[in-house]
């Protein structure tokens, strides 16, 4: 062992460093590389025994917007429920805590940034939607709210795993049900929290959320998949909440939902409708949607058993740790190669 992998006191650091190797609990790790770094917070790619891991660490002091415990009581309430990252440790030292838990890889947004015209293919976006709209019922039946629903927050496995969209980032979650599932009292005023193109009518009128508007956060997300953007959001124009929030109070009339439907099955304002007439004590019917998603794909006769995008097309398996094609995949037409320096970005991963 060289001397810049001694065993250090763990106790003695005050924030981990690349290349280090620590000893937390009864494990042992080696901090390969550092996905995000902060002066309070930072997101490592570990290894213990070969086997890699992010590892989420915090400052005990000074860190303005402590977010471990959530991911902690949230991802041990869940246990390991497909699509969420595995916790794989936790603790602290006398200078910060730590978080260990499953890699997985680049976010949804990362993705499309790599992706032919920046754009998914119907088959991937279907099934996107199915699968993290079914996420967020695992955590809703777990008694929690997730409030930042969008694209950045949804990430994909990695290698055999490529298959599963993964939720991560539990930063804005709040429970909303006691242990005995009866649900907390609404209150009269909320913060208004999440990001202002996916956030729901009810965060922007700075009201109490509840499960039916992480749904509605989840359809803006989907529609921006299909229609590459929304009708109020482009990266061109600066974001005002009252402006979003006007928008979204025009949604709830007719020309509204034209506006942001245009274009798309007609089956997409009647998942809004059904969204809209869900009242916040309800629990949202996941299968009704879910069977509306999948009637929509029916009648646009999407193949759902279709791959994802990032299973066949060259750069997108790069990011995902697969290998190359095979000559039958090559067939496919959306694996078309792309630029040379757009595949060198196989060490890209999602800080989770």
């Not at 590389?33 to 790619?45: E, M, Q, R």
């Not at 025994?49 to 915090?58: I, L, N």
């Not at 208004?192 to 009518?201: F, K, M």
Request: aromatic letters at 8%; charged letters at 20%; hydrophobic letters at 40%.
């Amino acid at each position: 062992m060289n001397s810049n992998q001694k065993h250090v006191d763990t106790n003695d650091i005050l924030m981990p460093l690349k290349g280090r190797r620590m000893r937390l609990g009864s494990h042992e790790y080696k901090l390969t590389d550092a996905i995000a770094t902060g002066p309070f917070s930072s997101v490592f790619l570990v290894e213990e025994d070969g086997t890699p891991y992010a590892m989420k660490v915090e400052a005990q002091n000074g860190c303005l917007r402590p977010v471990l415990k959530l991911d902690h009581a949230v991802l041990s309430a869940l246990g390991n429920q497909t699509g969420f990252p595995a916790l794989s440790a936790s603790g602290r030292t006398d200078h910060f805590k730590y978080v260990v838990m499953q890699l997985v890889g680049p976010d949804l947004s990362m993705l499309l940034e790599f992706a032919p015209q920046n754009r998914f293919t119907p088959s991937t976006i279907y099934k996107i939607a199915l699968q993290t709209l079914d996420r967020l019922r695992v955590l809703h039946d777990a008694g929690w709210l997730n409030r930042d629903v969008k694209a950045q927050n949804f990430a994909v496995g990695l290698g055999e795993e490529s298959n599963i969209v993964y939720m991560l980032d539990f930063g804005l979650t709040r429970r909303y049900l006691e242990a005995d599932g009866r649900r907390h009292l609404m209150r009269p005023y909320g913060p208004s929290v999440g990001t202002y193109p996916y956030a729901p009518l009810t965060s922007l009128g700075f009201c109490d959320q509840s499960p039916i508007d992480d749904v509605e956060g989840w359809l803006y997300m989907v529609v921006h998949l299909l229609k590459g953007g929304l009708p109020w959001h482009c990266a061109k124009r600066s974001l005002n909440m009252a402006k979003v929030r006007e928008w979204k109070i025009y949604l709830r009339r007719a020309g509204g939902k034209h506006r942001l439907f245009e274009g798309l099955n007609s089956g997409w304002c009647d998942v809004f409708e059904t969204i809209l007439k869900t009242a916040s004590h309800e629990r949202p019917d996941y299968n009704k949607l879910s069977n509306m998603v999948l009637a929509i794909a029916r009648a646009e006769r999407i193949d759902l058993t279709a791959p994802f995008d990032w299973q066949v097309n060259p750069v997108l398996r790069s990011l995902v740790r697969l290998g190359p094609l095979s000559c039958e995949e090559l067939t496919c037409p959306v694996g078309t190669p792309q630029s040379a320096d757009r595949c060198r970005l196989d060490t890209v991963l999602s800080p989770i």
